[in-house]
């Protein structure tokens, strides 16, 4: 009863409730969440013994490679395009980690630039300007063992 009403009062409000669907540290079948979300088109997927990348363009233009473990989980998110993606989609839970890694990162910073940051088991670096922008987001701690950071671009 009292979550029924804390949903009304949201609703009430003009709370969107929606669950996010967990891209970054998510399983496989989240790649195609985000590519429905995103409107977007499967352009390819390729496997090597230590991982799998699927690359999505979203109809922004924008092409989003989702580089999966053989466990099956999402380690790693890069980007290229006209528009930055949707960070809250192909993100997920660890979204908040990026706005936390953001803040932190711009403290005491003047200008723009490239971002690189850090938080907890986050990485995220982000460079570009409207039309060009690139980046990637990823967990360390679920790269796969013999694949270095290097290999997610």
Request: glycine share 10%; proline share 7%; hydrophobic share 45%.
């Amino acid at each position: 009863m009292k979550a029924s009403l804390a949903i009304a009062a949201l609703v009430v409000c003009g709370v969107a409730v929606s669950p996010v669907s967990a891209s970054l540290g998510g399983p496989a079948e989240s790649v195609d969440a985000d590519r429905v979300k995103l409107e977007g088109a499967l352009m390819r997927m390729t496997r090597s013994d230590s991982f799998a990348v699927h690359e999505l363009r979203a109809a922004s233009g924008t092409m989003i490679r989702e580089y999966v473990s053989p466990s099956g989980v999402v380690f790693a998110v890069v980007w290229q395009g006209p528009v930055l993606p949707d960070f809250r989609q192909v993100l997920g839970d660890h979204f908040e980690d990026y706005r936390r890694a953001v803040r932190s990162a711009r403290t005491g910073r003047r200008g723009r630039g490239a971002l690189a940051a850090t938080a907890g088991d986050f990485v995220v670096e982000s460079s570009g300007h409207p039309r060009a922008f690139f980046g990637r987001a990823y967990l360390p701690s679920r790269v796969p063992p013999g694949v270095q950071p290097d290999a997610i671009r």
